[in-house]
Structures are given as C-alpha cells and as structure tokens.
C-alpha cells in the first residue's frame, strides 16, 4: 500500500493496524516514496534478565590477573 504523507499523518492509526495485519506500508512525498512502515521484528535473542532467579556460577578464574588484563587491554585500560 502507498499512501501521501498527509494520508499517512491523518491516518496513522489505520496505517499501524494495517501494517499489524501483515501489510507494508510505503509513505511518499510529492509521490517520491520516503519512508516504510513495517511491522517491527521480534527476533531479539538475547534479553536482559533472562537469568533471573536461577542460579548462575562464574567460570573458574574469571577474576584471575590474567583475565583481568585481557578483559583491560579490551577496553584501553591500562593494566595494573
């Protein structure tokens, strides 16, 4: 679907239901397409707070000096 720039403003939330149902929507300016508006993804991988209130053990030597310094150098902080 296309619509003008002024549709898409007056229309806004008719576009969004639109686009929920599974329809692309293409914005153009003085019929020069600008934007587009598609369902957002929900493919994130990764979430904060995944491990909450279960239990969760660091590695062995995760604090040692050596691991410290890479984990340093990593970021352009000097070593102790």
Do not use: Y
Request: proline share 5%; with cysteine.
């Amino acid at each position: 679907m296309e619509v003008s720039l002024h549709d898409a403003k007056t229309h806004l939330s008719r576009l969004i239901e639109a686009v929920e149902g599974g329809e692309e929507v293409v914005v153009s300016r003085r019929n020069k397409p600008v934007a587009r508006i598609v369902p957002a993804s929900v493919t994130c991988s990764r979430r904060i707070g995944t491990l909450a209130g279960r239990p969760f053990r660091m590695g062995d030597g995760f604090d040692s000096a050596k691991a410290s310094k890479a984990v340093a150098d990593e970021f352009g902080v000097p070593g102790k």
